[in-house]
């Protein structure tokens, strides 16, 4: 492996107009409970870049810490970028394999409506076609379908035993890809949801 540049991380406060459509009055958490986390990642080229994510002000250290443990373990990232790029679409954001985190949005999942653990900045999503959400016939995002089967196990994505899941599990977030079911491998939060 190349060497790569000294890890860099830096926080900052984020502003209503920055979030653009990820937020709107009625979230959860506002802006002044928010961060925008800048981290060293290394990309799918083997290169070193800066990502951004847009995390709750309480779990900064946490995601930091994360992407620190994956830049120095050179595991690879596609893009991070916040999902304001994307105009809030999760839908956008996953098409794109991008690593997002705050999203003002309701769950995916069956049962009554809910806030996800986005809503909160207090869950990531990594790589999402690597790491697809299954939920019942539906692969999401659907160029994810080609990672349905987890067990040829190929850059990028989370596994078990792996550093993906290892470097969540030491700051004790959960992760997705356990949930009976309907698995989201792309999915690490600290409450488990």
Not at 43 to 51: E, I, Q, T
Not at 64 to 87: G, N, Q, S
């Amino acid at each position: 492996m190349a060497a790569l540049p000294p890890f860099h991380a830096s926080v900052a406060p984020v502003t209503a107009a920055e979030l653009g459509k990820s937020w709107h009055a009625g979230c959860p958490v506002g802006p002044a409970g928010l961060r925008t986390v800048t981290v060293s990642y290394v990309g799918f080229d083997g290169r070193a870049h800066r990502g951004q994510l847009v995390v709750g002000r309480s779990v900064t250290a946490d995601a930091t810490a994360v992407f620190r443990r994956l830049y120095a373990a050179h595991f690879p990232i596609r893009r991070m970028v916040p999902i304001a790029h994307y105009d809030g679409s999760d839908d956008r954001s996953a098409a794109a394999d991008n690593t997002s985190a705050f999203n003002c949005r309701r769950a995916v999942a069956a049962g009554p409506p809910r806030w996800s653990a986005h809503a909160y900045g207090t869950a990531i999503d990594v790589n999402d076609v690597e790491n697809p959400y299954l939920e019942g016939g539906r692969v999401i995002p659907a160029a994810g379908a080609a990672y349905r089967d987890r067990s040829r196990v190929r850059p990028g994505m989370a596994v078990a035993d792996g550093v993906l899941v290892a470097a969540f599990r030491a700051v004790g977030w959960l992760w997705g890809g356990r949930w009976t079911g309907t698995p989201d491998y792309q999915h690490f939060s600290q409450s488990g949801g």
